[in-house]
């Protein structure tokens, strides 16, 4: 590929080969472009277009330009020119803020699966390994639920006019040009956050919670259960309740309980009831505590404690706030909102950026983009973060696994650091959990995605530096993001390319001041698991042959 040494517009970059090599036809292909001229006996040549800035074109300025990946080029350069000032034109309008109007919000959730190649492995029951069926999961979870865990084939469900309702007191939620952000890295990335943290759980989670607490109302259920970890889950699940009227108990991991007594109050004063997990209520409480009496809990124990306590009651089903498809299939408004957003500014992601927890609000933001990429209509690239201390993606094994350290939960095939592993202390608490969403699983195992792991002193000093220039206090969770679209952008200040970058900003970090305390006195340090750690994780995985 022969890079051309020129530094005017990649336009008159064209132009000017085009002139000199009597070129015919162009064809962008992601940052290249071939071009046929007789001076080279009708071969296609290639070469690196170049930006004004000496950078590398982008795939979109190319494709957009191209029309669909060519054109025909003679000699009406100033046609294009009018078509680069038109667009950079466009490009000093887009605003800080981009809100939807309520008319212009999505109306459907979005189902990945339905545009899946291949489907990931389905649900089992632990005992007999039978694959499961929406029935065989009515004792857990509610109906509705349940149909749409195992449904492969329905692209968009319709969200019921309820939820639409409720939807209407948080959302829609603004993309945010980080202009600030970019100018304090120099880089000619452009940069673009979807702001979640606009409601009072200060999260993403809403999102699901209304959702739930909405068909289990429906069902006529009078009451539901759930674990949190950070508290967020647990915030936005108590606001719902109480919006749809039921009951609802809280296990709450223990050192979270401990360290955020005010995200305890938040969900009292919604009228929810939290339990520290591991606890003396349930059976799988006491066998923990039994095993480990000094133990901070885990999403896995108190996942467990959750369901267990769901079953004694008839009127009452467990919900998750993540990992599961129907979470995905509720956070997909996140996506869809971006997308019809940067529609409107004529932008397309070339990187989404995403923390993985349980993987909700990266399956939410990216599933719209993930159905052009399956359909073979964009090349974009996925990125989860992970905290280093708990790389579910990077170090875990793709393995059916329990769910939860009780082992009560189903199978899921997912990557998984076995669930029996226990964190080290972590800021990030909605990032401390051994498995991973078994559809974002599978398109990271069949390559649509990637990962890195992130240490917690790196990923605060990106919340320290995104909150000095956008104002926004990140959650330690959504800092994640926040550190791994900062490396892709600075990727860009390297080699000249203006790529655009969509990250998840999931939440605010009010409630998370005792990590930030401990970062501004130096006090923060780094838990990376050795292989013999993580080992004794990997020990606990069953043995399914799948
Ligand atoms: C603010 C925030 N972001 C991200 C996460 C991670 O969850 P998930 O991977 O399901 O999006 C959590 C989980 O609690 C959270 O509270």
């Not at 957009?64 to 000699?75: D, I, M, Q, T, W």
């Not at 702001?195 to 607490?213: D, V």
């Not at 108590?238 to 938040?266: I, N």
């Not at 006090?523 to 043995?543: A, Y």
Request: proline content about 4%; glycine content about 10%; some cysteine.
């Amino acid at each position: 590929m022969v890079r051309l040494q020129r530094t005017q517009t990649f336009l008159n970059g064209l132009g000017r080969v085009a002139a000199k090599s009597g070129m015919r036809r162009v064809v962008a292909d992601g940052n290249s472009a071939r071009y046929q001229g007789s001076m080279h006996g009708g071969a296609w040549k290639e070469w690196v277009v170049l930006t004004k800035q000496g950078g590398i074109a982008g795939e979109r300025d190319l494709l957009s330009l191209c029309r669909g990946g060519s054109f025909l080029f003679y000699k009406h350069n100033f046609k294009i020119h009018a078509c680069m000032r038109e667009r950079r034109k466009k490009m000093a309008k887009i605003p800080y803020k981009m809100y939807l109007t309520e008319q212009e919000t999505p109306r459907q959730w979005y189902n990945l699966r339905a545009d899946m190649k291949e489907q990931h492995a389905p649900l089992l029951n632990p005992g007999t390994l039978a694959p499961l069926s929406a029935e065989d999961l009515y004792p857990v979870f509610c109906e509705k639920l349940c149909q749409m865990e195992v449904d492969e084939t329905t692209r968009y469900f319709d969200i019921p006019e309820g939820v639409q309702e409720y939807y209407k007191t948080f959302r829609p939620s603004p993309l945010v040009r980080a202009y600030n952000l970019e100018k304090a890295l120099d880089t000619p990335a452009k940069i673009y956050f979807k702001f979640e943290g606009n409601n009072t759980s200060g999260s993403h989670k809403l999102n699901a919670a209304a959702a739930m607490a909405y068909y289990a109302k429906e069902q006529g259920l009078t009451s539901l259960t759930t674990e949190t970890g950070a508290g967020q889950w647990g915030t936005a699940l108590s606001m719902a309740c109480a919006f749809f009227g039921l009951d609802l108990t809280v296990y709450m991991v223990k050192v979270s309980f401990e360290q955020k007594p005010f995200r305890k109050a938040v969900m009292e004063t919604f009228g929810a009831s939290i339990i520290p997990s591991p606890s003396t209520t349930t059976e799988v409480g006491k066998a923990i505590l039994a095993k480990n009496p000094n133990t901070g809990g885990s999403l896995g124990c108190a996942i467990s404690e959750a369901v267990e306590r769901s079953m004694a009651d008839e009127n009452c089903r467990y919900v998750l706030g993540s990992v599961l498809n129907q979470v995905l299939l509720f956070q997909s408004i996140i996506g869809l909102e971006s997308k019809i957003a940067m529609d409107k500014l004529e932008e397309y992601p070339d990187v989404v950026v995403g923390c993985a927890g349980g993987g909700s609000n990266l399956g939410g933001l990216m599933s719209a983009y993930m159905q052009d990429k399956l359909l073979g209509k964009s090349n974009t690239r996925f990125l989860a973060v992970e905290p280093a201390s708990c790389p579910s993606f990077t170090r875990g094994k793709y393995a059916y696994d329990f769910c939860d350290t009780g082992r009560i939960t189903p199978l899921a095939k997912m990557y998984t650091l076995g669930s029996d592993f226990m964190p080290s202390a972590n800021h990030a608490g909605g990032l401390r959990y051994h498995g991973m969403s078994p559809i974002l699983s599978k398109l990271y195992h069949d390559g649509y995605m990637e990962a890195i792991a992130a240490e917690q002193t790196k990923v605060f000093e990106a919340a320290v530096l995104f909150a000095k220039n956008e104002q926004l206090l990140p959650a330690p969770e959504s800092a994640h993001a926040i550190y791994g679209a900062i490396q892709e952008a600075l990727k860009c200040k390297e080699s000249g390319e203006s790529k655009t970058i969509l990250f998840g900003l999931t939440g605010t970090g009010y409630f998370d001041m005792q990590a930030y305390m401990n970062f501004n006195e130096g006090k923060m340090s780094d838990h990376i698991p050795t292989d013999e750690e993580l080992q004794k994780g990997f020990d606990t995985i069953p043995h399914t042959g799948r």
